[in-house]
C-alpha cells in the first residue's frame, strides 16, 4: 500500500524504491544503542540521503522540499527517529551555512550530531548576563548527545553552542522513537568564546524544523496505515478476509486520507510561513497518533503485542508529539496572532 501521497516522478521513485531496498535490508527494530544507530547514520549518509535537501553550495544534495519531504516521510515509515535526526541535520546545515566547516562537513557523513532547539517552546530555557549565556534543555531527540547545539531565539536569530557550553544528561526513558537517544541539556558558556552568534535566518530554520517534523509524523501515520491494510488483507474471519467488511474498508479510508492530508500540509506550507508550518505540525503531529491508534484497533488484541507492529507506531507517534512539543509550538503561534495571556 503505497498511498497516500502524490505520484512521484521517475527520479523520485528511484529514490524511494533505494530507501524501501535498504530499510527492508536491515529491517530492525531499533533501541538506543549507539554504535548501531550511528551505524545506519553514516549509511544513509552514503546514500547521499542524510541531507539531501541541504543547498549544494553548503555540501548538500540540492533536492527540493518535495523530493526531501518524500525521502523524510519514507525513511519515518520504520525509523522515525532516524528521520527526525536527518530532519535535525538539515536544519543545522542551514543555519550553519558558510561558517558550517569542518563540523558541517561531519554532519553531512552522519559522523557529527548537531541538535537545532527553539526558544519559542517551553522545552527551552535561556538567560543572558552580559556574554554569559546559561539554560537547559528539557530533552533532544537526534540519536546522540549532539557534539554542538543551535538554539533558535527571537532576539539573536541562533546561538551555536560548541561541546565546552554543553553537559549532557543520561538517555532518557520514553514510550517510543527507538533510537532517538533522548536526553537533556545544561547549557553555560561565553559569548564569543564557547557560544557564537550565527547570521542565519531563524525563521527558515523554525519552519525546517517544523515542516520537517511534520513529514516524520506523517511517515508514521502511513507506516502504521500500510500495516493495517496488510494485515486485514490476510486476516479472515466468516470466510473472508477482514477488507471485506465495510467498517474496516471504512476505517482504512479514513486513516489514509489523514495520513494523506498530513503530508499535503507540509507540502502545501509556505517554507517562510511560521504559523503555516505550525499549523502542519500540529496536525500531522495528531493524525499520527489518531491514525496509528486506529490501526491498532484493526488488528484487534494483537495490535497490543510486540510481535506486530501496530503498537510500535503508536508509541511513537506519542512520542514524536512530545520531542517536538507540539503544545508549545501551539501555544507559542496562539501568542503571535492574539497576544499574550
Request: charged content about 20%; aromatic content about 4%.
Amino acid at each position: 500500500m503505497n498511498r497516500p501521497g502524490p505520484e512521484p516522478d521517475p527520479d523520485r521513485r528511484a529514490l524511494l524504491e533505494m530507501l524501501d531496498a535498504f530499510v527492508a535490508d536491515r529491517d530492525q527494530d531499533l533501541t538506543d544503542d549507539a554504535d548501531r544507530v550511528g551505524s545506519l547514520r553514516r549509511e544513509i549518509a552514503a546514500l547521499g540521503v542524510w541531507t539531501l535537501g541541504v543547498a549544494e553550495q553548503y555540501g548538500g544534495g540540492g533536492a527540493d522540499r518535495a523530493t526531501t519531504t518524500a525521502a523524510v516521510e519514507r525513511l519515518a515509515r520504520r525509523w522515525p527517529a532516524l528521520a527526525l535526526a536527518s530532519v535535525h541535520a538539515h536544519a543545522a546545515a542551514d543555519a550553519l551555512g558558510p561558517a558550517g566547516g569542518v563540523l558541517l562537513s561531519r554532519v553531512h557523513t552522519g559522523d557529527a550530531v548537531v541538535a537545532v532547539v527553539d526558544t519559542e517552546t517551553n522545552q527551552v530555557e535561556l538567560t543572558r548576563d552580559g556574554d554569559t549565556v546559561a539554560g537547559s534543555v528539557e530533552r533532544v531527540d537526534v540519536t546522540a548527545a549532539p557534539e554542538a547545539l543551535i538554539v533558535l531565539t527571537p532576539a539573536s536569530g541562533a546561538l551555536l553552542f560548541d561541546a565546552q557550553a554543553m553537559t549532557a544528561g543520561p538517555v532518557l526513558r520514553r514510550c517510543g522513537l527507538g533510537g532517538a537517544g533522548t536526553r537533556g541539556l545544561t547549557l553555560s558558556g561565553t559569548l564569543g568564546a564557547s557560544v557564537h552568534e550565527l547570521g542565519a535566518d531563524a525563521t527558515a530554520v523554525r519552519n525546517r524544523v517544523r515542516l520537517g517534523a511534520a513529514a516524520v509524523a506523517a511517515g508514521i501515520a502511513t507506516g502504521a496505515v500500510a500495516e493495517a491494510a496488510a494485515y486485514a488483507a490476510g486476516r479472515h474471519q466468516f470466510g473472508a478476509a477482514l477488507t471485506a467488511l465495510p467498517t474496516v474498508r471504512a476505517s482504512l479510508f479514513e486513516q489514509s486520507a489523514r495520513a494523506a492530508a498530513a503530508l499535503s500540509a507540509v507540502l502545501d506550507a509556505d517554507g517562510l510561513d511560521t504559523f503555516a508550518a505550525a499549523a502542519a505540525l500540529t496536525g500531522a503531529c495528531d493524525a499520527a497518533v489518531d491514525v496509528a491508534a486506529g490501526s491498532l484497533q484493526i488488528h484487534g488484541g494483537y495490535g497490543y503485542l510486540k510481535e506486530y507492529p501496530a503498537e510500535r507506531h503508536l508509541r511513537d507517534a506519542v512520542s514524536l508529539r512530545a520531542a517536538v512539543d507540539a503544545a508549545g509550538v501551539a501555544a507559542s503561534e496562539a501568542g503571535h496572532l492574539v497576544g499574550p495571556p
